[in-house]
Structures are given as C-alpha cells and as structure tokens.
C-alpha cells in the first residue's frame, strides 16, 4: 500500500521476500527487501514464514458505543420487513439506561473483537444518545479508545421531538455540538428523505454547516435508501467522506468524480438490510476514490470484521482483491484525512496485520476463515 517504495513491484505497492521493523506503538521503522540491509537493529526477530502482511485495517465508519439487542429486527428482516431507521429508538432507549461502566465494557469487548481480526485505527459515532447528557457521555467513551471520533447527533430525531423537529436542530447545533467539540473531530449527519427518522436536506446542512464553524471534519449518511440528496450536499460541503453511497444516479457520480469527497461503502449494510449493492465500478471507472469500512451498528450492520467486508467487495462489488484491500486501508485512510495510516512505510502508524496465508487474496478467496490478526510489539 506504498507504491512509493523504491523496491515496489506493482500499482499499490507490493513487495515479495520483504521484511520489516516495528517501533514502539508498531510504527515501522523500517520496510524493504529481506535479502537487502535490514535498516535498524531489531530486539526480536519473526519469521513469519512466507505469509503476507498488510496494513492493519483502517475501520473508518463504526457506531461502537451502544446497549441493548436488536437480533429480532435482523431477523424480520431475513424475512421481509424493511429498514427505515425506527428501531435506532429502541438502542437510544438502552443506551440512555446503561451505566459509563456499561458501555465501556461493551465498547472495549467490541474494540478487542475487531482488533483480533486484524483492524488498526478505528473511528468512532456518537449517535444512540440524542440527548446533551447522553451524546457527550458517548463520546467521551469513545474518545478513550480513538482519536477519531464523530458527533452524530443528528442520527435521527429522537421520540420526543417528533413534533417539534427544529427544535432537535437547533439544539444539535448549538449546545449539544458546543459539548461535543471538546470530544470530537468529525460531524456527521443521517441525511435520507427514505426515513421519517433521519434529516432533510436542509435539516442535514444547518447540522453541518455548524459543525464546520464549531472545527469539526464533515461527514455525511447518504443515499442509504433511496436516492436523495446526501451525495450532492456532502460534495457541495467539501465533506472528507458520504457513507453508505447505495442508490446512486450517474449525476451523484459525476459530482463525486469532480470533487473531493471519498465514497465509502459498506457492503456489510447490503447483506443486513437485502438492499442491493453499490455500484462501486461506476465509481471507480469515474475516478472516485473509494473506502471500505463496517459500520459496525446494532441496526444495518452487527459485523466487527474488516475481512468479512473486504470478501464482500470482491463479491458482490466486483472489486479487485487488490482494489478492495486498497479500499480498506489506505481508501479509509483517505477517508479520515490522514496519511500515516492504512500504509506500511517508514514512519507510518497503526499497525500491521498479517494474513495467515501466503498472499492477501485469501482474504476474499477463503472467506470466513480467521485467517488476518494483528502483529504487535506490545506484550
Ligand atoms: O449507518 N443510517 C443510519 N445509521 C446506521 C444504522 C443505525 C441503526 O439502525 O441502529 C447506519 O446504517
Ligand atoms: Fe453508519
């Protein structure tokens, strides 16, 4: 994933025979040809024998921080019922109910399960709370295991302001994000005309235009439902990704291809909801630059598994098992505007993950096997 690298041998960066040296907090120090100078001295050595390392996985669109169990909604849902956003309340009521210890457990255990499966850097929503106290608990926990953490508050209207939805707004832009500021680097908004939970155009502006002025990143849900106008706002914003991407039309392609705005799709959403997949060809022939990430959430999509994602790419979005590797960790790194993760290069954090197999194909080709775990320094 550094194509860069004087000994590369391909378009994202491969090296065969390589070896490499970890620091501290697994910076590498060092990556090049095994046979070659091995650059800094090592306290420790492993030989991985043959195996691939790629990496750690880039998780740039999560919800992690939740209580309570939506299994019988997926479950309907294998049987026909639709996805509108209406059982977001039930985990708001949960996560409202559950204690700071609570929730840290069940964060950490969730952060642990995606760690095992080889994901670095993971980013973080707010967003089951929609309430001040709530929302700044969350992401308070969140911010005690990443620094990307986003400020959902405009997730969905919650119950109680169902008929006085301006006033949701302007506390979402205004206290509720003056709190949130001290915990977050991103905003983000569900912008979905499919839902009556989720924000309008307009609601979904106001939200991010005052997230913008308050020194947040932008973000944005978009056309996870239908078509709708998520894509074109989060281009017109200058947003750093629009998430979900599912119904687009050939003019949110275009606007896509002409602006900045990583696309980041979660194929994950498409097989919990039987909605049909994106079309990330059209996408990528278009030069758009693309991420893969789970949206790990009670709802959509209750998968911590960055593999299980990139199989589903190479599936049923047709990417390459290059394109999808790429996608899931320098694309979501893109995504998050940074540049020294989701790389292996000298000074480049956030790990690596190695794949139990001799190439990162297995990934899509053995789908379901555990075959990526991270490979860290610490004890
Ligand atoms: O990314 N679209 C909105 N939010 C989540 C789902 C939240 C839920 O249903 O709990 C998503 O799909
Ligand atoms: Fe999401």
């Known amino acids: 994933?550094?194509?860069?690298?004087?000994?590369?041998?391909?378009?994202?960066?491969?090296?065969?025979?390589?070896?490499?040296?970890?620091?501290?907090?697994?910076?590498?120090?060092?990556?090049?040809?095994?046979?070659?100078?091995?650059?800094?001295?090592?306290?420790?050595?492993?030989?991985?024998?043959?195996?691939?390392?790629?990496?750690?996985?880039?998780?740039?669109?999560?919800?992690?921080?939740?209580?309570?169990?939506?299994?019988?909604?997926?479950?309907?849902?294998?049987s026909g019922a639709a996805y509108d956003g209406g059982g977001i309340a039930s985990t708001v009521a949960a996560t409202r109910a559950a204690t700071d210890d609570e929730l840290r457990r069940l964060l950490a255990d969730?952060?642990?399960?995606?760690?095992?499966?080889?994901?670095?850097?993971?980013?973080?929503?707010?967003?089951?709370?929609?309430?001040?106290?709530?929302?700044?608990?969350?992401?308070?926990?969140?911010?005690?295991?990443?620094?990307?953490?986003?400020?959902?508050?405009?997730?969905?209207?919650?119950?109680?302001?169902?008929?006085?939805?301006?006033?949701?707004?302007?506390?979402?832009?205004?206290?509720?994000?003056?709190?949130?500021?001290?915990?977050?680097?991103?905003?983000?908004?569900?912008?979905?005309?499919?839902?009556?939970?989720?924000?309008?155009?307009?609601?979904?502006?106001?939200?991010?235009?005052?997230?913008?002025?308050?020194?947040?990143?932008?973000?944005?849900?978009?056309?996870?439902?239908?078509?709708?106008?998520?894509?074109?706002l989060a281009v017109e914003l200058d947003a750093a990704s629009v998430d979900h991407c599912t119904y687009l039309t050939a003019a949110d392609v275009d606007a896509l291809a002409g602006g900045s705005t990583v696309a980041t799709l979660l194929p994950g959403v498409e097989f919990s909801t039987r909605h049909p997949y994106p079309d990330a060809r059209a996408l990528l022939d278009a030069g758009v630059r693309i991420a893969l990430a789970t949206d790990c959430n009670p709802g959509t999509c209750f998968t911590s598994s960055m593999p299980f994602v990139i199989a589903l790419a190479v599936r049923e979005l047709r990417l390459t098992p290059q394109e999808a590797l790429w996608a899931a960790t320098r694309g979501a790194a893109d995504s998050l505007g940074r540049d020294d993760i989701g790389r292996i290069a000298v000074a480049a954090r956030g790990g690596v993950t190695v794949i139990d197999a001799p190439s990162h194909r297995h990934l899509a080709y053995r789908a379901g096997v555990p075959l990526a775990r991270r490979l860290t320094t610490a004890p």
């Open 110 to 232: 969730r952060v642990a399960e995606m760690r095992d499966q080889g994901t670095g850097v993971v980013e973080i929503k707010s967003g089951y709370g929609l309430d001040m106290a709530t929302e700044t608990r969350l992401l308070r926990l969140a911010r005690e295991v990443t620094g990307e953490v986003t400020f959902l508050g405009g997730h969905v209207v919650p119950p109680e302001y169902r008929s006085c939805r301006g006033d949701y707004v302007d506390l979402v832009t205004g206290p509720m994000l003056a709190a949130a500021a001290a915990y977050a680097r991103w905003v983000d908004v569900f912008c979905e005309p499919h839902s009556p939970y989720a924000f309008t155009e307009d609601e979904a502006r106001a939200i991010l235009v005052a997230g913008r002025a308050a020194g947040l990143g932008l973000r944005v849900h978009g056309n996870q439902l239908g078509a709708g106008p998520g894509v074109r």
């Open 1 to 78: 994933m550094d194509p860069e690298h004087p000994d590369t041998e391909d378009a994202v960066g491969t090296l065969h025979d390589a070896a490499l040296v970890l620091g501290p907090d697994d910076q590498v120090l060092w990556v090049g040809r095994a046979a070659a100078d091995h650059g800094p001295d090592a306290d420790h050595h492993l030989d991985l024998g043959g195996r691939a390392v790629v990496p750690a996985f880039v998780d740039s669109h999560t919800h992690l921080v939740f209580a309570g169990d939506r299994s019988a909604e997926f479950e309907a849902r294998m």
